[in-house]
Every structure is written in structure tokens, then in C-alpha cells.
């Protein structure tokens, strides 16, 4: 209990913890544990919640054999195959995700990458998107190349998406037809041009806690103000199908210890929050501070009118979030 109230202080002073400490941490009692991450989350980030949807832009088909996922051709799964969506589609979902409240839309395509011609295709609907509503956009499209993050920023683009999943050291355990090391090559050409990044990872991938908290560091240290913290579904057909759920208990620990670790950042919970006793919602009192809305890739999940009820029935107001105070300077002493 100290030692959490130690470094909760240290924490509102501007210290990043370490590893050494997030893992006590981790051992803490548990509700004393939550308690100060959610007061961490109000010191930085007040009552602001970050709420955001996607859209599944690009479905089956995928080279990439990421053994969690329905949409890979290594894994006989069942899931709707469809090439890229039409401009009118995207652009109309769009729409309705504004109306209903929603500041932020994510375009998601499955595959290694998108070719050239679809990548001007997104740039269309892009354009088209922000000439017709407000709502701001985001896009999830693979290991892109510098330039053509530099064209989707043009097109009106604000933030991409792109998850480490686990740590570097067990990431070869979970995909071995790309690496580690190419994510974060991708994230820093959508830096270097100025998007901002939005990466998390799964938990339940056999990961150990140190996995866990190398995941966030590794999150702090490319400057990444938005960590999905998403929790396995285990898929049939996958090489995870016979994995168990998390329980909630778990998922609070770990989402309270990414919050000593990124005090400013959005934490959002997003695919498998439908999994828990309470659909995530101790974990808004735990130092997360966001979600992804609505249904995910290919599974169902939470609605927008269901999930706005919650962040008022929490206290929390809607407004997109990017990490802007700067923490370090002091100025809320």
C-alpha cells in the first residue's frame, strides 16, 4: 500500500517508472492498486474519454499468420471475405458513427499491406469523409511505406493504427511471417510525417507479465499517447481456440499498472471487453480512459448508444484525446 502511494506521488511529479517497479507493482493489492491509477488518470487526463469506432474496410484473405486471427489463410476459420469497400459505404458509415456521437473512425483492411491503387482509394475516401462530416480519421492498413503514410496525412488522415501485440521477445511466438522490428519501422514512417500513433497489443497470448509491461515501455518510448489494450477471444480454428479468458481481475491489473506507466495516454479497452463479467466497466475506474465502440473486425461488440451511457453514468465526457499535456513541465503543481 506504501509502495503504491509512493509512486503514485513519484508519478505526479513527472518520474517514469521502470520495469523493476511496474512488476512490484503488479504484485499489489489489487483495489489499492486501481484506486491510484485512476486518480493517475484524473491528475492527466481529467474526465476526458476517448471513444472511437472502426469499420472493417478490408476483410479475409490475409497472408499474415498471426495465430490469433480469423482472417489469416494459414487457419480454417470461417469469416466474410470481401476486397476493398466501395467509397460510398465507408463514407456512409462514417456518417452515421458522427451522428451518433462518435469523434474519431477507423478504416481497417486485413494483409501484410494495401498495393499502390489502394492506398489512392483510401486517400479518396478519406477526402471525401472530412468534406462531409467532422468526425476525424484514423487508418489501419499494414507495414505502409513513409510516403504513403505522407499521402493519407494529405488526404486528411490524423492518426494511424498499428499494434506491437506483445513484446518484442515473444512476438516470434505469436507470427513469424513478419516482425517485430517492421511494426516499428512502420510506426515511425506515420510518425515522421507527423500522424499521430495509435498501438496496443492482446493480452492472453501466453504472455508473462513481463511481456505485459515490456509492451507498454516499448509503447512509452516511440511517444504514443493512445495503447488499445485489447484481450483474447479465443477463435475456433485458430491456434489460440482452446485458450482461456481473462478474468476481469486480471485486465484491471494490468490496465492499472499501463497507467503508472503512460499517466497521459488513452487506454482503450477494444476487442474482447464483451468477454468480461462486467464488459469492462471496472476497468474505467481503473485508469483506463477509452475504447474502441461498436462491433470489431469479426466479432461483435459493444454499442455506441450502450457504451455512451456508461461514460455518463461514470462521469466521463466524450473529447478526443492525444496526450497534449506535456506532464513533464510541472504545471499542474
Known amino acids: 500500500m506504501e509502495f503504491v502511494e509512493q509512486l503514485k506521488q513519484e508519478v505526479f511529479k513527472g518520474k517514469q517508472i521502470g520495469r523493476e517497479e511496474a512488476l512490484r507493482l503488479y504484485e499489489a493489492p489489487l483495489e489499492s492498486l ?179 509491461i515490456d509492451l507498454a515501455l516499448a509503447i512509452r518510448e516511440l511517444g504514443i499517447y493512445s495503447m488499445p489494450v485489447n484481450i483474447l477471444n479465443p477463435i475456433a480454428g485458430t491456434p489460440y481456440e482452446g485458450e482461456e479468458t481473462l478474468t476481469v481481475e486480471e485486465i484491471r491489473r494490468s490496465v492499472a499498472v499501463f497507467r503508472f506507466l503512460l499517466p497521459n495516454a488513452s487506454i482503450r479497452l477494444a476487442g474482447g471487453r464483451g468477454l468480461l463479467e462486467d464488459k469492462g466497466r471496472s476497468c474505467f475506474t481503473s485508469g483506463a480512459n477509452a475504447v474502441i465502440s461498436g462491433d470489431m473486425l469479426t466479432t461483435a461488440g459493444i454499442t455506441v448508444d450502450t457504451d455512451s451511457k456508461m461514460i455518463e453514468e461514470l462521469g466521463y465526457r466524450k473529447e478526443l484525446w492525444n496526450g497534449t499535456r506535456d506532464f513533464y513541465n510541472g504545471d499542474r503543481d
Open 34 to 212: 486501481c484506486k491510484a491509477a485512476d486518480e493517475i488518470r484524473e491528475y492527466f487526463c481529467e474526465d476526458v474519454f476517448d471513444i472511437c469506432t472502426i469499420i472493417n474496410g478490408k476483410s479475409g484473405r490475409c497472408s499474415e499468420d498471426c495465430k490469433y486471427c480469423a482472417q489469416s489463410v494459414h487457419y480454417p476459420t470461417t469469416v466474410e471475405e470481401y476486397p476493398l469497400l466501395g467509397r460510398e459505404e465507408i463514407v456512409k458509415q462514417a456518417k452515421y458513427n458522427e451522428e451518433k456521437g462518435v469523434l474519431r473512425y477507423s478504416i481497417v483492411t486485413s494483409g501484410r499491406t494495401l498495393s499502390e491503387k489502394e492506398v489512392e482509394e483510401v486517400c479518396e475516401t478519406v477526402r471525401q469523409i472530412r468534406k462531409e462530416t467532422k468526425i476525424e480519421v484514423c487508418v489501419s492498413l499494414g507495414l505502409l511505406k513513409e510516403e504513403q503514410f505522407q499521402k493519407l496525412k494529405e488526404a486528411g488522415v490524423s492518426r494511424i493504427h498499428n499494434n506491437l501485440e506483445t513484446s518484442k521477445r515473444n512476438f516470434p511466438n505469436i507470427c513469424t511471417t513478419h516482425t517485430y522490428e517492421e511494426k516499428i519501422k512502420a510506426i515511425r514512417f506515420a510518425k515522421n510525417v507527423g500522424l499521430e500513433v495509435c498501438s496496443g497489443g492482446i493480452l492472453g497470448l501466453g504472455e508473462t507479465v513481463e511481456d505485459r
